[in-house]
């Protein structure tokens, strides 16, 4: 059962145009939600992240928007630039599992061209 | 944040062996967090290895495959015993980090990984 879902594989974006990553869930009971950021041969860097109780969170050029009632959320990349090429992974924690359990997705490879 | 160092990065193993990895946190931390990520799917927690007690495991993970070893409070070691080939993975270590997120969000840092395929 996989409770967080990235339905694109893949995405590429020219250099300057906006990336939009989506992820969507089931689990009601999650109340974090967080980006990683992934390069090849590196673990997961945690991007930005978002409480269940709000909409939005912007930090410069990467804003997360949460819709609890479609149970979806998207990561917003303004502008996007070649360095932003990676693996991108939606996460999730439920009220009982805050211990460092998180709920992966299954990633969305973002490729930005020039 | 935390700097997390994993040994080893990659590694080809044979059928019915078994590898350690290890990993290694530039500061104390209580628990420390192993995780999988196999081929084209999501990461995915093993267990929960804390100082002084028993490593804690998810529901698929059994401690005679995945024995974990947690002697002080900056190093855990997780080993793959007995590999087939459904054991080659990303496998990666992490620790959490209080209030990097929003607050009340624990952010966890992770290691490079330790890639292992299993012929």
């Known amino acids: 059962d996989q409770q967080v879902k990235q339905n694109s594989p893949s995405l590429s974006v020219q250099e300057g145009r906006i990336s939009i990553l989506n992820c969507d869930y089931t689990?009601?009971?999650?109340?974090?939600f967080l980006w990683y950021k992934k390069y090849p041969a590196e673990g997961p860097t945690f991007l930005i992240s978002i409480s269940s109780i709000k909409d939005k969170n912007e930090d410069g050029r990467f804003t997360v928007f949460l819709n609890k009632s479609a149970k979806h959320l998207s990561l917003h990349i303004v502008p996007s630039q070649p360095g932003d090429s990676a693996v991108y992974f939606c996460a999730a924690s439920d009220i009982y599992n805050q211990g460092g359990k998180l709920i992966f997705g299954q990633g969305t490879e973002l490729s930005v061209k020039p | 944040s935390a700097v997390i160092s994993q040994k080893p990065s990659r590694d080809i193993c044979q059928r019915g062996t078994s590898l350690t990895i290890q990993c290694q946190v530039d500061s104390q931390v209580t628990m420390m967090f192993w995780y999988r990520q196999q081929p084209g799917q999501s990461l995915t927690l093993i267990a929960t290895?804390?100082?002084?007690?028993?490593?804690?495991?998810e529901s698929g993970f059994v401690i005679d495959k995945f024995p974990i070893s947690r002697p002080n409070l900056t190093f855990s070691t997780l080993t793959v015993s007995n590999m087939s080939p459904e054991d080659s993975s990303i496998y990666l270590c992490?620790?959490?980090?209080?209030?990097?997120?929003?607050?009340?969000?624990?952010?966890?840092?992770f290691g490079a990984g330790s890639r292992l395929t299993v012929l």
């Open positions: 689990n009601s009971m999650f109340d974090y």
């Open positions: 290895a804390n100082q002084g007690s028993e490593a804690t495991y």
């Open positions: 992490s620790v959490e980090e209080s209030n990097r997120g929003i607050s009340g969000a624990n952010v966890l840092t």
